[in-house]
């Protein structure tokens, strides 16, 4: 076990995040804001239902009957260096006699935080939960004399407060089967997915929740062993209080081991066909006829040659695509009778759509074309700009938003989107503040 284990750690240690994000104080102040009716109706129906036959009460008409729940104040805080603080003020109406009406607060402070359990998914954990219940008003028609010790140890038994602590978080929105949804697959074409991995448990600062998370990526099911990346990447906190609920983080490397992926997935591989008429004016379709014995289409078949990467800088993104054209005769079988290399760097644009990011090819920036092999002689570089660099200029950014049009899902939790989004691109990384948005209300 100890060589297996020293196996393993050493492999375990080279995983660094290469994105994450930052939930903010309002994040929390949104997530309690959505929560509060969601726990009202789990509380109610926890608090309403008809208590169990209590054979120490002799008659049922003096059991207490809860007949209203309303939650006054639900309020989630941070504290930063250890978690969140969760505070709930619950005013119950309770219906301890025909005549006997009493009005009683249930107050809830528990502090909570997220762990890592073993299988990896972040879990919310609760770490101190303090419930305290206190008489507010009563309205009695009978005698005011009437002793009330009994009514409140009734009250006690079927309020049950230490069940209530054992699954405080439930009463939030984001239980710990959302908190597993961030984990999950999702797809970026019919081949490739995406997961986002936490790496560890949340970090807690002043500016928010910090999570790490380390993105894998699948083709036809077979995760893709990613380059390493050359700078370790960090969160980059906000400099002042964010009014965002959230604020997302891409490193380069994201970007670069997403377009990897999709070069792995043959995504970037094309054919054009009926490419190419033949102009007379030019030598070279002259010097290819001469090859044939008829007329046939010219067809240009594209292969990365090399890995994409993805350079951000500030304020643009630049993807560098290296490919090799093969020109040929496409029937009855392609025969290749000239190579070219064309370096494409191309300006990218960054929007989000709901829990999308969508990427597209915005312009083409510059384009360097050279010959690898010609059976056809020599070729002059400025005829081969002349026959290539329109095709090429035209088909690339096509090919390239055909594969991304459906956009590459952010990590995220069930049934929230996102809104107010703004996308700022930065030296070596990308930055998304955005506010959440609950699309279906839960309970």
Request: contains cysteine; aromatic residues 6%.
């Amino acid at each position: 076990l100890s060589i297996l284990l020293g196996l393993l750690v050493p492999a375990h240690t080279t995983r660094s995040p290469n994105c994450g994000g930052i939930l903010t104080p309002s994040g929390l102040k949104y997530l309690a804001e959505v929560s509060k009716p969601h726990a009202e109706s789990v509380l109610r129906q926890d608090l309403m239902a008809p208590p169990a036959p209590d054979p120490s009460i002799a008659s049922p008409s003096s059991r207490n009957q809860i007949n209203t729940v309303k939650v006054d104040e639900f309020s989630l805080t941070l504290i930063p260096d250890t978690g969140m603080r969760l505070s709930i003020d619950v005013d119950l109406g309770i219906a301890s006699a025909p005549s006997t009406t009493k009005e009683l607060q249930l107050s809830i402070l528990a502090e909570l935080h997220v762990e890592m359990n073993p299988e990896g998914n972040l879990e919310l954990v609760t770490s101190a939960c303090k419930p305290t219940l206190e008489e507010l008003q009563s309205t009695e028609e009978m005698d005011r004399s009437a002793p009330h010790t009994s009514s409140g140890s009734d009250v006690d038994k079927q309020i049950n407060v230490k069940k209530i602590c054992l699954e405080v978080s439930k009463l939030l929105l984001f239980p710990n089967e959302r908190l597993m949804s961030l984990a999950a697959p999702f797809p970026i074409t019919p081949s490739c997915q995406v997961r986002y991995l936490p790496l560890a448990a949340p970090m807690y600062s002043e500016q928010g929740i910090i999570i790490s998370l380390q993105t894998t990526f699948q083709v036809s099911g077979t995760e893709i062993p990613l380059p390493v990346s050359p700078v370790p990447f960090s969160i980059p906190e906000p400099e002042r209080s964010s009014p965002s609920h959230l604020t997302l983080a891409f490193s380069e490397h994201f970007y670069s081991s997403l377009f990897f992926t999709l070069e792995m997935a043959g995504a970037f591989n094309m054919t054009i066909l009926g490419w190419l008429p033949c102009p007379e004016i030019t030598p070279l379709p002259c010097q290819m006829g001469s090859l044939f014995q008829e007329d046939l289409p010219v067809v240009l078949q594209a292969q990365t040659r090399s890995s994409p990467r993805v350079v951000l800088e500030e304020g643009k993104a630049i993807l560098k695509l290296f490919l090799t054209a093969q020109i040929g005769a496409g029937s009855p079988v392609f025969q290749r009778f000239l190579s070219v290399n064309a370096d494409v760097s191309a300006r990218l644009h960054l929007s989000v759509a709901d829990t999308r990011m969508i990427i597209s090819v915005a312009s083409i920036e510059n384009i360097e074309l050279s010959l690898a092999a010609s059976d056809v002689g020599p070729v002059l570089a400025a005829l081969l700009e002349e026959l290539f660099l329109p095709t090429i200029r035209e088909e690339v950014p096509a090919q390239i938003n055909v594969v991304l049009r459906e956009g590459i899902y952010l990590p995220h939790i069930a049934s929230f989107t996102y809104t107010n989004v703004n996308v700022t691109i930065h030296k070596d990384y990308v930055l998304i503040p955005c506010n959440l948005k609950l699309e279906a209300r839960i309970g």
